[in-house]
Structure formats: C-alpha cells, structure tokens
C-alpha cells in the first residue's frame, strides 16, 4: 500500500512564524501535492511538484512555497504564517502522468496559527 | 471548465438504510472519477474510482457507476454501517495532475 507521511498531526505557531510542514512518500511517485481543506470550501490546491526540484502553483500559492529536493520528500512553508492560514493541510502522491492514476493522502497536519 | 458538484449536506441515515449521494461535473476532454472517503480526524482515503464510461467501480459495499449521458457519478450503498459515518468527496481528474473535488458531503449513521 501507498504511504504517505506527514511530519505532525497538530501544529501550533505564532504570526509571523516561519512553518514549515513536511510530507514524506514511499511509492517512488513523481507527482506530490499539497492541498488545505477548509469547511464549505472543499479540497483547494496550493502547490504541486511533478519532479524533483520542480514546482508548479496551484489555485491558492500566495503565502506559500514550497520545496522537493529530494523525490519522497515535499514541504510546504508558511514564509510569516497567518492567522486565516489556520486550516487543515493534506499532501498527495501520484504516479505518472495517466489521468487514470488517483492521487494517495496523508492524515493531514491540522495546523493552528495564534 | 472541469467543475464537481455534490448534493449538500449532511445527510442522515439510520442504520441499514438506503444511501445515495448525488455528484454530477462538467469537465473537458475524458476525466477518470473518484470518490474519497474522509473519516473523523483523518487524511482522504480512496474509495472507487472509475476510468471511462459505463465502469462501475466499487469497494466496501459502495457502486458508483460513471454515467457520461448524465455526467453523473452518484455513489450507492445498500445497507449503511454506523461506522460508515465520515465526509465523501466525488473528484474528477483530467490530466496527470488536475484533480477537483466537490465540496464534500458530511454522512452520519445512527443506531
């Protein structure tokens, strides 16, 4: 089976905080994501990296980026955290390029800015 | 566009009954589908899915059929569990990496 891992469950920070958030998989997928998750709004995209050192906006990338250096590995950083990025964070792996490949999640870092 | 909409929530059952969550999306080209399960305090766990038209995919007891006359894809279960109680997401994708998702519907099973 698919892992993917994040580093925290729950997080607490501060405004202005740098933050960062790691997510790790073990399928040797090309594709990672990272996604926040707020009530009424669904799944929204932030980041997504199709290859190590690659990285593509999603449908909310301000107040965010991101880094892949390694192929298993994709962080998502809070440059001076906000309190409306309080949110669920989820990341994601794929295979390939196929259409027919769904993308694999993590438990998710609930994450709390004060 | 490529857009998903799912019924609103949240729904209801008591145990052993009837379920259907209604999805229908507008996408271009040939999306695959997706349903995605999300139980309380956990990440999104992959339910069925299915590639083309007229596929039925299925898992656990749940059937979505992918109906493109419609552009539905409505999840079924016969008999729900209380322990089925958890948000359902319908998702489309339509490239490597384009994956959209409706806005989820909040299930709950009673005894």
């Known amino acids: 089976d698919v892992k993917v891992t994040q580093s925290s469950r729950y997080l607490v920070k501060r405004t202005g905080e740098k933050v960062f958030l790691e997510c790790v998989q073990d399928?040797?997928?090309?594709?990672m994501f990272w996604y926040r998750q707020d009530p009424g709004l669904g799944l929204r995209l932030i980041y997504f990296?199709?290859?190590?050192?690659?990285?593509e906006k999603g449908d909310i990338p301000e107040g965010y980026s991101v880094s892949r250096e390694k192929k298993e590995r994709f962080s998502l950083i809070l440059e001076s955290a906000s309190t409306n990025q309080t949110s669920m964070y989820l990341c994601?792996?794929?295979?390939?390029?196929?259409?027919?490949?769904?993308?694999?999640f993590g438990d998710g870092t609930r994450l709390s800015i004060l | 566009g490529n857009s998903v909409t799912q019924m609103e929530g949240p729904v209801t059952l008591s145990e052993e009954a009837f379920l259907t969550i209604n999805c229908t999306y507008t996408?271009?080209?040939?999306?695959?589908l997706f349903w995605y399960v999300q139980y309380p305090g956990e990440g999104l766990q992959l339910l069925l899915k299915?590639?083309?038209?007229?596929d039925k995919g299925s898992n656990k007891g749940f059937e979505a059929t992918y109906r493109k006359e419609t552009t539905s894809f409505h999840l079924e279960k016969g008999s729900v569990q209380v322990s089925d109680s958890a948000v359902y997401f319908c998702?489309?994708?339509?490239?490597?990496?384009?994956?959209?998702f409706g806005t989820g519907t909040r299930l709950t099973v009673i005894p």
């Open positions: 299915a590639t083309k038209a007229d």
């Open positions: 990296s199709y290859d190590v050192k690659m990285k």
């Open positions: 998702a489309l994708k339509t490239g490597a990496n384009n994956l959209f």
């Open positions: 996408a271009t080209g040939y999306p695959s």
């Open positions: 399928m040797d997928h090309e594709n």
């Open positions: 994601a792996s794929s295979p390939g390029t196929l259409t027919t490949q769904p993308q694999h």
